[in-house]
């Protein structure tokens, strides 16, 4: 199977577009003309015609090592002119309420930390932990500590100005890590230390890939569970972009 994917031929595509399930893709699937499916390991990859541009749209499960390892296939077949992530998403600044939107400006992964010495019996004090950028790897087999990757400016700007059938739009940072955080305390800190306007669990990890391997990325959020919002939004961008 490994020589199997290394031998596949490039293809073109304008828009790779990833989100994490069915019900954030499928409408957009449906809207496609000259669909065709290619499933490559256990990938599904649909693509077709989006308002003349190539669209190719795979789901990434919602998890940081399946959106790595879709992301990375699907830049090596169909060398995407830009990547988009969207879906739903947890706030963390307090002033988001549901069906708000966050645009972008950066993504960061907030999943790693370094807590301080202590002994058997003296107890975990997450909250005195300090971030761990991530490293990332740079010609020349250099590694750089990386807190956050830009989005696309021309993206995010279309982004920002598609208009909503309700809430408000912002710019901000889209948080990752393989958590669900409930703990007040916890998404303060998260804020306070990682700067982060919400959080899921992949999309970071996609903008970190797309950092590796040289593709612009951008991407959106919208607060609450509103997975159709999510995609009649990324439709909207889908015909805005050029």
């Known amino acids: 199977m490994p020589a199997l994917l290394l031998a596949l031929p490039a293809l073109g595509a304008d828009l790779l577009v990833e989100a994490s399930q069915d019900a954030e893709l499928a ?3 449906a809207r496609l003309s000259d669909r065709h499916t290619e499933k490559i390991a256990a990938w599904t990859f649909e693509s077709g015609q989006g308002f003349g541009k190539d669209v190719v749209l795979v789901r990434t499960e919602g998890d940081p090592l399946n959106a790595v390892a879709a992301t990375t296939l699907a830049i090596r077949r169909y060398h995407p002119r830009l990547i988009v992530t ?3 998403a947890r706030p963390h600044d307090p002033k988001l309420t549901a069906g708000d939107v966050v645009v972008a400006r950066e993504f ?10 202590r002994g058997i019996g003296e107890g975990i004090h997450p909250l005195d932990w300090e971030p761990d950028p991530t490293l990332l790897m740079h010609p ?3 590694e750089l500590s990386t807190r956050a990757f830009a989005a696309d400016a021309k993206a995010r700007k ?3 100005a598609l208009p909503l059938p309700s ?9 990752s890590s393989p ?7 916890r998404i303060s800190w998260l804020r306070k230390n990682w700067g982060t306007d919400c959080e899921d669990r992949e999309s970071a990890y996609i903008a970190g890939c797309a950092s590796l391997l040289n593709v612009p990325v951008a991407g959106f959020r919208i607060i609450g569970n509103d997975e159709s919002a999510a995609s009649d939004l990324a439709w909207r961008f889908l015909e805005a972009w050029k």
């Open 86 to 88: 969207f879906g739903t």
């Open 140 to 142: 020349g087999e250099h």
């Open 158 to 160: 279309l982004m920002l």
């Open 108 to 117: 960061t992964i907030f999943a790693g930390f370094f807590s301080k010495p």
């Open 167 to 175: 809430g408000h739009v912002g710019s901000g940072v889209l948080g």
């Open 179 to 185: 958590e669900i955080n409930r703990e007040a305390d």
């Open 27 to 29: 409408p957009l699937a």
